[in-house]
Nanobody
Framework: QVQLVESGGGQVQAGGSLRLSCAAS????????MGWYRQTPGNQRELVAT???????NNADSVKGRFTISMDNAKKTVYLQMESLNPEDTAVYYC???????????????WGQGTQVTVSS
C-alpha cells in the first residue's frame, strides 16, 4: 500500500502564494507520475498539474503561468508552487500518485486526503 501525505494548504488573499507538498511512502515499485487535482463542492475533481518521473509536465490552462509543479524523485515528493492566486482557485487540492505494478504493465492510482486552499478577495 502507498500513503500520500499532503501539506501546505491554507488561506491567502488574492494575489498571494502558497506551496503544496505531497510525500509518498510505502510499497512503491516505481512512480510513473504524480500530480495535483482540485475539487469544489458540487463539481468533479479536475486536473491542476501532473509531472512524470522523467519530468514531463502537464498543466491545466487555468493555471499556466501561475502554478509550477516539481518533483523530487529521491524523496518521492511532489510540490505545487502557486502564485497570483485568485478566488477561483479556492478548492480542496488532492495529491495523486500513479505507480507501476511489479511484473505488470498496469498501474495503481493513489490519492491523498486533500488539503483546503481558500483564496479571499
Amino acid at each position: 500500500q502507498v500513503q500520500l501525505v499532503e501539506s501546505g494548504g491554507g488561506q491567502v488573499q488574492a494575489g498571494g502564494s502558497l506551496r503544496l507538498s505531497c510525500a509518498a511512502s510505502g510499497s512503491i515499485v516505481s512512480i510513473i507520475a504524480m500530480g495535483w487535482y482540485r475539487q469544489t463542492p458540487g463539481n468533479q475533481r479536475e486536473l491542476v498539474a501532473t509531472i512524470t518521473g522523467s519530468g514531463t509536465i502537464n498543466n491545466a490552462d487555468s493555471v499556466k503561468g501561475r502554478f509550477t509543479i516539481s518533483m523530487d524523485n529521491a524523496k518521492k515528493t511532489v510540490y505545487l508552487q502557486m502564485e497570483s492566486l485568485n478566488p477561483e482557485d479556492t478548492a480542496v487540492y488532492y495529491c495523486n500518485a500513479r505507480t507501476s505494478r511489479r511484473y505488470s504493465v498496469s498501474w495503481n492510482d493513489y490519492w491523498g486526503q486533500g488539503t483546503q486552499v481558500t483564496v479571499s478577495s
